[in-house]
């Protein structure tokens, strides 16, 4: 039986449920981190040494970094949905999950949504949040053109390319921010908002995080 450890509410949690909702994999989720604490147990350490979530554990594989986790759902549950033999589609699904994690996320995540909504407003640097709005701006709309002819982000249908981007959406546009008009991100994300597993597991309200740093 697979077991996923985090919090609902946690981002890079929610990349692993979604997948593990279009998988349709049987599954036990345990909450953890956050209010519910248990990063530091030395059980949980022993699984992530980093006590950091998501972690999984796969009748006995554990995983922790949420797209290493990504890739073993994929490879173990997805084969001909979600993983290819193929390694030039295994590189342009990785080239996407990359500039998410490496470019979007850190501006989107730490500099918008940590900088923004979740820092005190006494306490937020307005200079340095207006810039990550701006790269973010920059981001989506680079998106937007490339979804001009992709219905998903590597064609016709949902891949691994699409969760570590698609997960921003519900938060990215329903922060209280300049966006700039990407008609085609917002056609790609009514798309995302039809599936049962993207609405279960990222369109998750996340009110208990405004002004809030602790965790
Ligand atoms: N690079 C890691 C980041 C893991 C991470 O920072 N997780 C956050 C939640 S998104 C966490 O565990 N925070 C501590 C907490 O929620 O208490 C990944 O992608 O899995």
Not at 146 to 154: G, K, Q, T, V
Not at 180 to 195: D, M
Request: net charge positive; aromatic share 14%; with cysteine.
């Amino acid at each position: 039986m697979l077991t996923v450890w985090g919090r609902r509410s946690s981002f890079n949690l929610q990349k692993v449920m979604w997948l593990v909702g279009e998988l349709g994999v049987a599954h036990k989720h345990i909450e953890l981190a956050g209010p519910f604490g248990g990063l530091d147990t030395p059980e949980f350490r022993t699984m992530n040494p980093h006590g950091r979530v998501p972690v999984i554990d796969d009748g006995g594989t554990i995983v922790w970094e949420s797209h290493a986790i990504l890739r073993y759902l994929a490879a173990r549950y997805g084969r001909g949905s979600f993983w290819s033999d193929d390694e030039r589609m295994r590189a342009s699904s990785d080239q996407w999950m990359d500039w998410s994690q490496t470019v979007l996320q850190p501006d989107f995540l730490i500099g918008v949504f940590w900088g923004f909504y979740r820092t005190p407003e006494p306490q937020r640097n307005l200079p340095a949040i207006r810039k990550r709005v701006e790269n973010c701006a920059r981001h989506f709309q680079l998106l937007d053109r490339w979804l001009a002819d992709h219905a998903y982000i590597l064609g016709d249908r949902l891949t691994l390319a699409d969760i570590p981007i698609g997960t921003h959406l519900y938060r990215y546009f329903n922060l209280d921010i300049e966006r700039p008009a990407v008609a085609n991100v917002e056609t790609w994300y009514r798309r995302l908002q039809k599936r049962p597993a993207y609405r279960a597991h990222v369109m998750v309200a996340f009110d208990d995080l405004r002004g809030r740093l602790d965790y």
